[in-house]
């Protein structure tokens, strides 16, 4: 268990925020599944601050990183039963569960983490009501868009044939077997000894994840084009925002907000740019830009994925043209798109 030692509000935030200073202090259990050194908790820390801050120090959190509570897989449910207070989701790592918020790992559609973030969420608000509804959202945001690093020169979609690939995500598995590759379901922490091995040909990463799991040695090709993005969520528990007073619940949600999910990534995303940039100082890794023929072949063969999301939102009665047409306008407030 880790302690976030951020209160060094004082007497000064305390007259900063009177109203917040009377309430009864709340202590939150954060549950997150990645490492309490790993880039996305340097801005969540700046954001625990910030609402410790806000609230004169009548809310606090206490951390519970590296899956401390329980598996990756059931962080909503964490939220939702209780357990934890707010939690950390990927929704990709439930299938089928949240459809609508897929469409964020859709290809091609996000140039980097930050605007990508404040897209993502500006667009989902509004569904998370719905297909969230048993927790209470606070915000959406995403990796740096990643791309496939393999053994082998990947530079048009019909190099893939016969490959076998790691996808971060089922949305990319899809749009990965359609164009003839073979798709592996491993965690990031199994992909060396698999490309070592011999039993994968390549992965779906971001290039931090590259580094963080050791296998960047192991896939020295990369496509270089921005390919797709995980989605993620903080949720809260609805008993954890029932034990909030009015004027925390205000300024939760002043701080859950899509400002926010650019900021909290923002350092994420420089990680990632320095680890790309290690990787292109050294001879050993070869990046692919694909031709302007190949960049066309590669979007479109989206089609079937978008189909396949359509389907999906349609079966959970979601106008599927109303969702994407509003998340195509978050993409252009936010001078998201590529």
Same mark, same amino acid.
């Given at each position: 268990m880790m302690r976030t030692a951020i209160l060094a509000a004082g007497a000064a935030a305390l007259m900063a925020a009177p109203v917040a200073a009377e309430d009864k202090p709340v202590n939150l259990r954060f549950g997150v599944w990645v490492g309490a050194?790993?880039?996305?908790?340097?801005?969540?820390?700046?954001?625990?601050?910030?609402?410790?801050?806000?609230?004169?120090?009548?809310?606090?959190?206490?951390?519970?990183?590296?899956?401390?509570?329980?598996?990756?897989?059931?962080?909503?449910?964490?939220?939702?039963?209780?357990? #934890?207070?707010?939690?950390?989701?990927?929704?990709?790592y439930n299938a089928g569960r949240f459809?609508?918020?897929?469409?964020?790992?859709?290809?091609?559609?996000?140039?980097?983490?930050?605007?990508?973030?404040?897209?993502?969420?500006?667009?989902?608000?509004?569904?998370?009501?719905?297909?969230?509804?048993?927790?209470?959202?606070?915000?959406?945001?995403m990796h740096s868009p990643g791309t496939i690093h393999t053994t082998a020169p990947v530079s048009g979609p019909e190099d893939l044939d016969g490959m076998s690939i790691r996808p971060a995500?089922?949305?990319?598995?899809?749009?990965?077997?359609?164009?003839?590759?073979?798709?592996?379901?491993?965690?990031?922490?199994?992909?060396?000894d698999?490309?070592?091995?011999?039993?994968?040909?390549?992965? #779906?990463?971001?290039?931090?994840?590259?580094?963080?799991?050791?296998? #960047?040695d192991a896939a020295t090709y990369h496509l270089d084009m921005p390919m797709y993005a995980a989605n993620f969520v903080y949720v809260i528990s609805p008993m954890a925002w029932d034990r909030m007073s009015a004027a925390q619940q205000e300024i939760m949600?002043?701080?859950?907000?899509?400002?926010?999910?650019?900021?909290?990534?923002?350092?994420?995303?420089?990680?990632?740019?320095?680890?790309?940039?290690?990787?292109?100082?050294?001879p050993a890794h070869v990046f692919s830009a694909p031709s302007e023929a190949e960049r066309a072949a590669w979007l479109e063969a989206t089609a079937p994925a978008v189909a396949r999301w359509r389907?999906?939102?349609?079966?959970?009665?979601?106008?599927?043209?109303a969702a994407e047409t509003a998340m195509k306008a978050a993409i252009a407030d936010n001078d998201a798109g590529l």
């Open positions: 050194n790993h880039p996305l908790m340097q801005g969540t820390a700046k954001w625990m601050q910030a609402v410790e801050e806000a609230s004169g120090g009548s809310i606090e959190f206490t951390l519970y990183p590296a899956r401390q509570l329980g598996a990756a897989v059931d962080h909503y449910d964490l939220a939702r039963d209780g357990i #934890a207070d707010i939690t950390l989701v990927n929704p990709g459809p609508v918020i897929s469409y964020g790992e859709l290809p091609f559609n996000f140039k980097d983490a930050v605007s990508g973030s404040r897209a993502l969420d500006q667009w989902y608000r509004p569904y998370a009501e719905e297909e969230m509804s048993d927790v209470k959202f606070c915000m959406a945001f995500n089922g949305t990319l598995g899809n749009y990965l077997s359609g164009l003839g590759a073979t798709t592996i379901q491993a965690s990031a922490a199994e992909m060396r698999l490309l070592t091995r011999g039993t994968a040909d390549g992965t #779906a990463s971001p290039y931090s994840s590259l580094v963080t799991w050791g296998i #960047a949600g002043e701080y859950c907000s899509s400002e926010w999910a650019g900021n909290i990534v923002e350092l994420w995303a420089e990680e990632d740019l320095k680890e790309r940039a290690v990787l292109e100082a050294d389907e999906m939102v349609e079966a959970a009665e979601i106008d599927a043209d």
